[in-house]
T-cell receptor, first 113, second 113 residues
Framework: SAVISQKPSRDICQRGTSLTIQCQVD?????MFWYRQQPGQSLTLIAT?????????ESGFVIDKFPISRPNLTFSTLTVSNMSPEDSSIYLC??????????FGPGTRLTVT | KQEVTQIPAALSVPEGENLVLNCSFT??????LQWFRQDPGKGLTSLLL?????REQTSGRLNASLDKSSGRSTLYIAASQPGDSATYLC????????????FGAGTTVTVRA
Protein backbone atom coordinates (compact mmCIF):
# COMPACT_ATOMS: atom_id res chain seq x y z
CA SER A 1 0.00 0.00 0.00
CA ALA A 2 1.03 3.62 -0.55
CA VAL A 3 1.54 6.20 2.16
CA ILE A 4 0.02 9.53 1.21
CA SER A 5 0.39 12.87 2.96
CA GLN A 6 -1.48 16.09 2.35
CA LYS A 7 -0.79 19.68 3.29
CA PRO A 8 -2.42 21.59 4.84
CA SER A 9 -4.57 19.30 6.97
CA ARG A 10 -7.11 22.07 7.40
CA ASP A 11 -7.54 25.75 6.62
CA ILE A 12 -10.04 28.54 7.01
CA CYS A 13 -10.05 30.92 4.05
CA GLN A 14 -11.90 34.05 3.04
CA ARG A 15 -14.15 34.05 0.01
CA GLY A 16 -12.48 35.18 -3.19
CA THR A 17 -9.07 33.81 -2.25
CA SER A 18 -7.32 30.66 -3.47
CA LEU A 19 -5.79 27.70 -1.65
CA THR A 20 -3.29 25.19 -2.97
CA ILE A 21 -3.35 21.69 -1.51
CA GLN A 22 -0.33 19.44 -1.81
CA CYS A 23 -0.31 15.66 -2.06
CA GLN A 24 2.86 13.62 -1.62
CA VAL A 25 3.15 9.84 -2.13
CA ASP A 26 5.97 7.68 -0.79
CA UNK A 27 6.39 5.79 -4.07
CA UNK A 28 6.00 6.47 -7.78
CA UNK A 29 2.45 6.02 -9.00
CA UNK A 30 0.91 6.43 -12.41
CA UNK A 31 -2.63 7.28 -11.41
CA MET A 32 -3.41 10.05 -8.93
CA PHE A 33 -6.84 11.50 -8.27
CA TRP A 34 -8.49 14.41 -6.48
CA TYR A 35 -11.85 14.02 -4.74
CA ARG A 36 -14.18 16.38 -2.93
CA GLN A 37 -16.42 15.43 -0.03
CA GLN A 38 -18.99 18.08 0.81
CA PRO A 39 -20.45 18.12 4.34
CA GLY A 40 -22.59 15.05 4.97
CA GLN A 41 -22.04 13.71 1.46
CA SER A 42 -20.01 11.00 -0.18
CA LEU A 43 -16.98 11.46 -2.39
CA THR A 44 -17.07 13.03 -5.83
CA LEU A 45 -14.18 12.71 -8.25
CA ILE A 46 -12.87 16.11 -9.36
CA ALA A 47 -10.13 15.03 -11.77
CA THR A 48 -7.39 12.59 -12.62
CA UNK A 49 -3.94 14.16 -12.31
CA UNK A 50 -1.81 13.06 -15.25
CA UNK A 51 1.94 13.32 -15.07
CA UNK A 52 3.33 15.47 -17.84
CA UNK A 53 -0.02 16.46 -19.28
CA UNK A 54 -3.18 18.29 -18.41
CA UNK A 55 -5.51 16.81 -15.80
CA UNK A 56 -8.70 15.08 -16.90
CA UNK A 57 -11.71 16.75 -15.29
CA GLU A 58 -15.06 15.20 -14.46
CA SER A 59 -18.33 16.72 -15.50
CA GLY A 60 -19.08 19.80 -13.42
CA PHE A 61 -15.43 20.61 -12.64
CA VAL A 62 -13.30 22.99 -14.70
CA ILE A 63 -9.62 23.80 -14.86
CA ASP A 64 -10.09 27.50 -14.13
CA LYS A 65 -11.70 26.69 -10.79
CA PHE A 66 -9.56 23.66 -9.85
CA PRO A 67 -6.16 23.87 -11.56
CA ILE A 68 -4.05 20.77 -10.95
CA SER A 69 -0.33 20.22 -11.34
CA ARG A 70 1.49 16.88 -11.52
CA PRO A 71 5.18 17.62 -11.98
CA ASN A 72 6.35 14.06 -11.21
CA LEU A 73 5.12 10.60 -10.22
CA THR A 74 5.06 11.27 -6.46
CA PHE A 75 3.54 14.75 -6.15
CA SER A 76 0.48 16.73 -7.16
CA THR A 77 -1.26 19.95 -6.20
CA LEU A 78 -4.88 21.03 -6.39
CA THR A 79 -5.77 24.71 -6.23
CA VAL A 80 -9.25 25.83 -5.24
CA SER A 81 -9.62 29.24 -6.88
CA ASN A 82 -11.84 32.21 -6.13
CA MET A 83 -13.39 30.36 -3.24
CA SER A 84 -16.97 30.67 -2.05
CA PRO A 85 -18.63 29.08 1.01
CA GLU A 86 -19.92 26.30 -1.28
CA ASP A 87 -16.31 25.15 -1.67
CA SER A 88 -16.17 24.22 2.03
CA SER A 89 -15.37 20.50 1.86
CA ILE A 90 -12.81 17.86 2.58
CA TYR A 91 -10.45 17.50 -0.38
CA LEU A 92 -8.72 14.14 -0.74
CA CYS A 93 -6.07 12.84 -3.04
CA UNK A 94 -5.82 9.17 -3.86
CA UNK A 95 -3.62 6.81 -5.84
CA UNK A 96 -4.37 3.48 -7.48
CA UNK A 97 -2.25 0.37 -7.41
CA UNK A 98 -1.69 -1.90 -10.38
CA UNK A 99 -4.50 -4.12 -9.02
CA UNK A 100 -6.83 -1.10 -9.08
CA UNK A 101 -7.00 -0.78 -5.29
CA UNK A 102 -7.23 2.88 -4.26
CA UNK A 103 -5.52 4.48 -1.29
CA PHE A 104 -6.44 7.85 0.12
CA GLY A 105 -4.61 10.64 1.85
CA PRO A 106 -5.75 12.06 5.20
CA GLY A 107 -7.67 14.88 3.52
CA THR A 108 -7.63 18.67 3.71
CA ARG A 109 -10.55 20.19 5.56
CA LEU A 110 -11.38 23.55 3.98
CA THR A 111 -13.76 26.10 5.44
CA VAL A 112 -14.57 29.21 3.42
CA THR A 113 -16.02 32.18 5.29
CA LYS B 1 -24.17 5.23 -14.89
CA GLN B 2 -23.32 3.20 -11.79
CA GLU B 3 -25.42 4.00 -8.71
CA VAL B 4 -24.24 2.71 -5.33
CA THR B 5 -26.58 2.63 -2.34
CA GLN B 6 -25.85 1.89 1.29
CA ILE B 7 -28.63 1.09 3.71
CA PRO B 8 -29.05 1.89 6.54
CA ALA B 9 -27.50 5.35 6.66
CA ALA B 10 -26.83 4.93 10.37
CA LEU B 11 -26.61 2.03 12.80
CA SER B 12 -26.17 1.85 16.58
CA VAL B 13 -25.34 -1.43 18.31
CA PRO B 14 -24.11 -2.52 21.75
CA GLU B 15 -20.54 -3.65 22.05
CA GLY B 16 -20.02 -7.29 21.14
CA GLU B 17 -22.81 -7.48 18.61
CA ASN B 18 -21.98 -8.43 15.01
CA LEU B 19 -22.37 -5.69 12.40
CA VAL B 20 -23.88 -6.22 8.95
CA LEU B 21 -23.45 -3.37 6.46
CA ASN B 22 -25.11 -3.49 3.06
CA CYS B 23 -24.02 -2.08 -0.29
CA SER B 24 -25.96 -2.41 -3.55
CA PHE B 25 -24.98 -1.34 -7.06
CA THR B 26 -27.01 -1.04 -10.24
CA UNK B 27 -24.48 -2.14 -12.87
CA UNK B 28 -23.23 -5.67 -12.24
CA UNK B 29 -20.33 -5.24 -14.68
CA UNK B 30 -17.93 -4.15 -11.95
CA UNK B 31 -14.19 -4.83 -11.90
CA UNK B 32 -13.93 -4.78 -8.12
CA LEU B 33 -15.59 -3.44 -5.00
CA GLN B 34 -13.73 -1.77 -2.16
CA TRP B 35 -14.79 -1.11 1.43
CA PHE B 36 -13.41 1.89 3.30
CA ARG B 37 -13.58 3.27 6.81
CA GLN B 38 -13.70 7.01 7.46
CA ASP B 39 -13.36 8.64 10.86
CA PRO B 40 -14.96 12.09 11.28
CA GLY B 41 -13.15 14.77 9.29
CA LYS B 42 -10.47 12.33 8.14
CA GLY B 43 -9.43 10.49 5.01
CA LEU B 44 -10.42 6.99 3.95
CA THR B 45 -8.76 3.79 5.10
CA SER B 46 -9.02 0.83 2.76
CA LEU B 47 -10.44 -2.20 4.56
CA LEU B 48 -11.05 -4.85 1.93
CA LEU B 49 -10.94 -5.16 -1.84
CA UNK B 50 -12.98 -7.85 -3.58
CA UNK B 51 -12.25 -8.60 -7.20
CA UNK B 52 -15.23 -9.38 -9.44
CA UNK B 53 -14.12 -13.02 -9.67
CA UNK B 54 -14.17 -13.44 -5.88
CA ARG B 55 -17.09 -14.21 -3.59
CA GLU B 56 -15.58 -12.95 -0.36
CA GLN B 57 -12.53 -11.51 1.36
CA THR B 58 -11.55 -11.70 5.01
CA SER B 59 -9.24 -9.66 7.22
CA GLY B 60 -9.32 -10.31 10.94
CA ARG B 61 -12.82 -9.57 12.24
CA LEU B 62 -13.89 -8.23 8.84
CA ASN B 63 -15.49 -10.28 6.10
CA ALA B 64 -16.87 -8.88 2.87
CA SER B 65 -18.99 -10.83 0.41
CA LEU B 66 -19.84 -10.03 -3.19
CA ASP B 67 -22.79 -11.20 -5.27
CA LYS B 68 -22.45 -9.59 -8.68
CA SER B 69 -25.60 -11.12 -10.12
CA SER B 70 -27.78 -9.50 -7.48
CA GLY B 71 -25.66 -6.33 -7.31
CA ARG B 72 -24.85 -6.65 -3.62
CA SER B 73 -21.93 -6.63 -1.24
CA THR B 74 -22.07 -7.08 2.50
CA LEU B 75 -19.46 -6.17 5.10
CA TYR B 76 -19.58 -8.18 8.30
CA ILE B 77 -17.74 -7.01 11.40
CA ALA B 78 -17.63 -9.61 14.13
CA ALA B 79 -17.76 -8.83 17.85
CA SER B 80 -17.98 -5.07 17.44
CA GLN B 81 -15.96 -2.72 19.65
CA PRO B 82 -16.36 1.00 20.38
CA GLY B 83 -13.28 1.58 18.22
CA ASP B 84 -15.27 0.33 15.23
CA SER B 85 -17.42 3.46 15.40
CA ALA B 86 -16.93 5.24 12.08
CA THR B 87 -18.52 5.71 8.67
CA TYR B 88 -18.13 2.78 6.29
CA LEU B 89 -18.16 3.43 2.55
CA CYS B 90 -18.31 1.02 -0.32
CA UNK B 91 -17.09 1.90 -3.80
CA UNK B 92 -17.46 0.04 -7.09
CA UNK B 93 -14.97 0.23 -9.91
CA UNK B 94 -16.38 -0.19 -13.37
CA UNK B 95 -15.21 -2.76 -15.86
CA UNK B 96 -13.56 -0.26 -18.20
CA UNK B 97 -9.92 0.68 -18.17
CA UNK B 98 -10.40 3.83 -16.15
CA UNK B 99 -9.87 3.93 -12.39
CA UNK B 100 -13.10 5.72 -11.53
CA UNK B 101 -14.85 4.65 -8.33
CA UNK B 102 -18.57 5.09 -7.68
CA PHE B 103 -19.11 5.65 -3.97
CA GLY B 104 -22.09 4.95 -1.76
CA ALA B 105 -23.14 7.58 0.77
CA GLY B 106 -21.89 5.45 3.66
CA THR B 107 -23.25 3.84 6.81
CA THR B 108 -22.36 5.60 10.07
CA VAL B 109 -21.84 3.05 12.82
CA THR B 110 -21.91 3.72 16.56
CA VAL B 111 -20.86 0.92 18.89
CA ARG B 112 -22.07 1.59 22.44
CA ALA B 113 -19.84 0.50 25.32
Amino acid sequence: SAVISQKPSRDICQRGTSLTIQCQVDSQVTMMFWYRQQPGQSLTLIATANQGSEATYESGFVIDKFPISRPNLTFSTLTVSNMSPEDSSIYLCSVASSSYEQYFGPGTRLTVT
Amino acid sequence: KQEVTQIPAALSVPEGENLVLNCSFTDSAIYNLQWFRQDPGKGLTSLLLIQSSQREQTSGRLNASLDKSSGRSTLYIAASQPGDSATYLCAAKGGSNDYKLSFGAGTTVTVRA
